[in-house]
């Protein structure tokens, strides 16, 4: 099945990944050529990683595709994450766009990243202030 829309126009997802890539780095509100050519870098990254999933090549992550993605990433989903993942990003025929994959995965990552590198112990719990809460939250 192709999927005809996507929850996120280009312009949006461009803004998504800009946002991103600024909070990555010092905050500045301003990307240099290194940046800007590392933006690029992920934008491919997360483009093979879309078609590398997308394994019957409808253009679109079907909620399996979606499940193998994000065990890849280190994380199983659960019934309720996959039912908020697919009420935020998949459009009414039940699909995926690759602008709503990126925004989608881009958001996993950060947060998983944030989360691993507090889980210093591997036990799968974190402690996390409020104001560390609303940062994160912020800045994706
Ligand atoms: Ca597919």
Redesign the pocket.
């Known amino acids: 099945m192709m999927c005809s829309q996507s929850s996120v126009d280009e312009y949006g997802m461009f803004c998504r990944f800009l946002h991103f890539m600024l909070s990555q780095k010092d905050r500045s509100d301003q990307l240099n050529y290194e940046e800007f050519m590392k933006l690029l870098a992920t934008i491919e990254m997360w483009k093979n990683e879309f078609m590398k999933y997308?394994?019957?090549?409808?253009?679109?992550?079907?909620i399996y595709?979606l499940d193998q993605v994000v065990k890849s990433i280190g994380y199983d989903l659960g019934g309720q994450f996959l039912s908020l993942l697919i009420s935020r990003y998949y459009t009414p025929n039940h699909?995926m766009a690759f602008d709503d994959f990126v925004c989608c995965m881009t958001k996993l990552t950060v947060i998983l990243r944030f989360f691993k590198s507090r889980d210093i112990t591997n036990q799968g719990q974190i402690a996390v202030t409020l104001d560390e809460l609303l940062t994160l939250h912020l800045c994706n």
């Open positions: 997308d394994a019957d090549q409808s253009q679109s992550i079907d595709e699909c």
